[in-house]
């Protein structure tokens, strides 16, 4: 049994290294890539001999990056402020009062997530363009609090129900403690699993939305991270090195973010869909 179980340990190791491997290797090639001089026409798979950071600098202007990060920084973070906030008000009643308008509209939540958001595109653009909101951060942070405040509710309410002990809220209640600073002063500090996990997916997917920002941002001033990067990538095909490096660069905050909150990340999200 226990030649069994070091057998099984080490098979599960190994496929453990081959899945992070193939997770490495892309990565690996973007770095050399991004560190090559222009000249550099060697193998993908060699690292330069002669690195460089001027693609780093030279990518940040010509793809003016600094506009896109700006816009897309802004987007994100209000979206983020405002999924946390509504998003755990919104969970609080419905994970803890089981009545029969709370579980329809969780149900409700719940279909939403089903729908591809690509489905409402034809209607949305053109409500977009008649309330004169086209090309404005309004439209976007609105546009991605909808789109992913269902998975918020969905998460946060599974969260509250599964790990958060209805004593602690009693208690507080007994001390005089209201429904809303019940929720704030003691429900909302335990929620930092899930917020970090909810951060991450949330912010991970508005960062690097495309489909959303092509259509309502048209605007060169208001051009995202991938608008800017699309756009940068079709001017410099036979440049790949400029592309990398812009790539690099734009994938870095998300990472830092990830690398941030990473220990609360896999709590969070596993505690935060036990009672779905």
Known sequence: MEGLNKRNKSLFTGVSMLILLFHIIPFYILVTTALKTKGDFSSKWVFPEKITFGNFSDAWEMANLGSSFFNTTVITVFSAILLIFFGSLAAYPMARRQTTLNKFFYFVFIAIMIIPPLTALVPLYKLVVNIGMMNTYDVAVLNNVAAYMPLTIFLYAGFIRS??????????????????????????????????????????????????????????????ITVSLASFFGTNQNNLNLVAAASILAMLPMTVLFLFLQKYFIAGLSAGSVKG
Not at 182 to 190: D, G, Y
Not at 196 to 206: G, K, P, Q, R
């Open 163 to 224: 790990t958060i002990p209805k004593e602690l809220e009693e208690a507080a209640k007994i001390d005089g403690a209201s429904t809303i600073g019940t929720f704030f002063r003691i429900v909302f500090p335990l929620l930092k699993p899930v917020t970090a996990s909810i951060l991450i997916i949330s912010c991970v997917y508005i960062w690097n939305d495309y489909q959303f920002a092509i259509f309502f941002l048209q605007d060169k001033s208001m051009h995202t």
